[in-house]
């Protein structure tokens, strides 16, 4: 009913840059909450940025002054500008975001994930 799909991982040198981006489609009323989590091998998924419907961000101790959340309502889009990476920021990285359908009923979504790899 509701897919959400990342998109701009890839391979990146210590230093560089990337742009993570993810779409919302189906069945969406509105959305609450979007999220970036990210999850490297062997260790537990934990939450990367967060940004409210109203534009109000969080961000993970090891990203901040690095990362920039932003979201676009209109068209259900959040986005990650990833700055300054380093090896360590290496992981899977997944859209999170909790929809609000028609009904009123909210559920939270999952992407597939997208692969960041830096080399050093």
């Known amino acids: 009913q509701v897919q959400l799909v990342e998109s701009g991982g890839g391979l990146v040198q210590a230093g560089g840059s990337l742009r993570l981006s993810c779409a919302a489609s189906?069945?969406?009323?509105?959305?609450?909450?979007m999220s970036w989590y990210r999850q490297a091998p062997g260790k537990q998924r934990e939450l990367v940025a967060r940004i409210t419907s109203g534009g109000s961000t969080n961000y993970a101790d090891s990203v901040k002054g690095r990362f920039t959340i932003s979201r676009d309502n209109a068209k259900n889009t959040v986005s990650l500008q990833m700055n300054s990476l380093k090896p360590e920021d290496t992981a899977v990285y997944y859209c999170?975001?909790?929809?609000?359908?028609?009904?009123?009923?909210?559920?939270?979504?999952w992407g597939q994930g997208t692969q960041v790899t830096v080399s050093s």
């Open positions: 999170n975001a909790d929809v609000s359908s028609r009904a009123l009923t909210s559920r939270n979504y």
């Open positions: 189906g069945s969406i009323f509105s959305i609450n909450a």
